[in-house]
Structures are given as C-alpha cells and as structure tokens.
C-alpha cells in the first residue's frame, strides 16, 4: 500500500471543509493531494478511510512543553531526577503525546530534549518531533537556581539550564544551545513569582539584547518566559519571536506584539484550577485567565497552542488537548484549532508542516466529530488514527 486516502469531513488548518479528499504518499511522507471529493483522482493502490461521523485535521502541535519527568513536583523534584533516568521516562510521555494526536512538540527547557529529538528523529522511539531548546538560558539566582544549594551544586543540578550574566555570557550561553544541537532558544525575562508574589524581571536590557542577536544570527528563533508588564516590554523591544506564558499582557503590548508579528503563548492549563494564598499572585493569574486572552484576541495577537505540561507528578502528558479547550473559550473553536496547527507551525519554524495541503508532511490526525462544532473531540479516547510523516503509528482506538 503506497497511497492512504481519507474521504470525509476536514479541517484543513485554517477552515472546515465538509466532503473532501486527502490523499497521502506514504513512500514519501508527504500529503499527494487534497480537495474536494471529485477533484483528485484516486490512486489504484490506495487503502481508503471514510469518514463516518469523524473529522481528519493536520497533527495537533504543542507548542511548550517540558520532559522533566519527575515524580514529584516542582524545582527540587525535576533537579533531582538524574539526566539519564528522565529521557528514559520521557519514552513512555513521547508515546502518549503521539497516541493522543500530537505530531510535533516544542520543549523549552528539559534534562537531555536534543537527546530526545535525536531518539525520535532516529526512530529509536516513537514520539512526535520535537523541537528543543537543549537548555533554558537564566541569570544567576533566577527560579532554576535553588538557593537552598551552594552556587555551583544548584546549577550543576539544575542541567537544563545555562546560567548567564553580562551581554557576553548570554551570547556565549547561545553558542552552547546551537553547539548542543538546539532548535529555539528560550529565555527568562523574568522568574515566576517571587516570596510576597511579586514578580521579578530578569536580566538588562543589553543581556536580552545579546541573546537575541546571537540567536538571530545563528538563524535560531527566540521565546521569552515573561510575567509581568516591565518583562514582556523588556522582550518585545528586543524582537523576540515568541512571548511565553505572557501575565500581565497591556493594550500596547497587544498591539505591538501584532505588528512585530511576536506570536503568543498563554500557556493557561498550567494556572486553571489552582488557589493561590498570595492577593497579587491570585489577581495576576485572575487577570491572565480572562482579560489578557481577551486582549490578545480583540488585537489579533498570533495566539499558539502550548500548554506547559511538564511531566511531573502535578502536571502528567496525555491530555495536553485541554489547552485547546481553554483557549477556544476566547478563541472560538476554530480559532483554538488554528492555534494549535497552522500558526503553532509557523512559530514553530516547522517549514510545510500544519495544513492539509499538497506537498506538505503528512502529519495527520482523525478525531470522532466535529471539534469546530465540540472542542472536546480533541480528547485523546476521540483519536482513531494518527499518521505521521505517511506512516499509520495509530489506529482503531
């Protein structure tokens, strides 16, 4: 069987198509045609799927996502678990993400992500493609950097992360990602929340002006963790690519992030359904939930699909589609479904990728019903077929 053939209902990356025809070259791993049924003519070899009642779309992308594989939860727990003991346990977290639809992930900081894009890109394991930072670059003392060690202990421990100080560490900090092997570089503008809950920016201007560059040259794209207004000011001035997490979203950053082009990532399931016993931390969250999701909507912000799961005891991977739901709450369904292909692929960089289209990678998913109509076929026991790069890695869930 050289040819697979979806008939049915498709949403294409961008818009729902109702009787079409997808037409996939498994030889070559690439989408032979697509349309409406009648257009194309069908291959004598073909093995075809019809769809009853299902939808066919492009693999869902997740756009931030960690491999820290813990069992426990927060700081101390991921920078205890050994470099090599998190790639293995990340194998069992690259199949649920492929099985539950996901054909792409970007990680943003993990213990040993360039291996595990090696693993997958290898086919020593299934998984989606990943895209990786190698390490998160962050200024001394910063979240990553557990005060409760000594200096070189704490970030000895904390390997997925390069530590920087001063314009020159940070490009030299930027070299390592690129001799490591990394696709994107991440940076902290700013930590989390601070004892009191207050949020602390991270590195100069100049530092932040020097990663960017270095990135920029070694052709890299940049995406900056930012809470607060003064951080993600701080980012976009400097032409970052992406703003992660991104509390604390103004009007004229809103505006000035669509013109630039600087894609959002909101990464709202890592902060529903938690109470926080500090009043600004609350307000801020509160805040980022409702009205900076607004804002990036009203002011057409590139919103992409990420959801931070980091693969903890708190925050497992498997139903990393929730962040689709919350962010249609503001996006539409449609919207949702965009942020997590088509656009989720261009902020990726991830060239013919997120739209059924001829000539693109056949990364490519079917889901009971109709999620432009009910977000919710997004949910993994929802996916009957995944095909990745032309192969079938799932079926007949």
């Known amino acids: 069987m050289d040819t697979l053939v979806f008939r049915g209902r498709a949403f294409d990356g961008e818009r729902l198509c109702q009787d079409t025809m997808l037409q996939i070259d498994v030889r070559s791993g690439l989408i032979s045609g697509f349309g409406e049924r009648g257009e194309l003519e069908l291959a004598r070899d073909a093995k075809v799927v019809q769809l009853e009642g299902s939808t066919v779309l492009p693999g869902l992308i997740d756009g931030h996502l960690h491999f820290y594989s813990a069992k426990g939860s927060g700081v101390g727990a991921w920078a205890a678990v050994p470099d090599t003991l998190a790639v293995l346990r990340a194998v069992g977290d690259l199949r649920r993400l492929l099985s539950a639809g996901f054909t792409a992930v970007r990680e943003l900081g993990s213990k040993g992500g360039v291996h595990i894009a090696q693993g997958v890109e290898e086919g020593a394991f299934p998984g989606p493609e990943v895209v990786s930072c190698s390490r998160a670059l962050a200024q001394t003392g910063e979240d990553d950097d557990p005060p409760a060690f000594p200096l070189e202990l704490a970030q000895q421990l904390a390997s997925y992360t390069h530590f920087c100080d001063g314009p020159w560490e940070c490009r030299r900090a930027v070299r390592k990602v690129v001799r490591d092997g990394g696709r994107v570089v991440k940076f902290y503008a700013s930590g989390a929340f601070s004892r009191g809950g207050r949020v602390q920016p991270n590195f100069t201007a100049e530092e932040i002006g020097a ?161 432009t109509v009910d977000i919710q076929a997004l949910a993994p026991e929802n996916v009957t077929h995944v095909v990745k790069s032309g192969v079938l890695v799932a079926s007949g869930q």
């Not at 909101?266 to 801020?284: A, D, F, M």
């Not at 805040?287 to 607004?294: A, N």
């Not at 000539?359 to 490519?364: C, I, L, W």
């Open 211 to 371: 990663i960017v560059d270095e990135a920029h040259r070694a052709g890299l794209k940049v995406a900056a963790h930012a809470y607060g207004e003064e951080a993600i000011l701080s980012a976009v001035r400097a032409g970052v690519d992406s703003v992660e997490h991104g509390l604390g979203l103004t009007p004229a950053l809103a505006r000035e992030m669509s013109r630039k082009g600087i894609f959002y990532v909101p990464t709202l399931v890592t902060y529903q359904g938690k109470s926080y016993s500090n009043r600004s931390k609350e307000q801020l969250v509160k805040r980022h939930l409702e009205e900076d999701m607004e804002l990036a909507a009203k002011h057409r912000v590139s919103v992409v699909m990420g959801s931070d799961i980091v693969g903890d005891a708190d925050r497992p991977h498997g139903r990393n589609y929730e962040e689709i739901v919350a962010e249609a709450k503001f996006l539409g369904n449609t919207g949702a479904l965009v942020a997590a292909t088509s656009t989720a692929a261009q902020c990726l960089g991830l060239q013919d990728c997120g739209l059924l289209k001829k000539g693109f990678h056949a990364n490519v998913i079917v889901v009971r019903g109709d999620p």
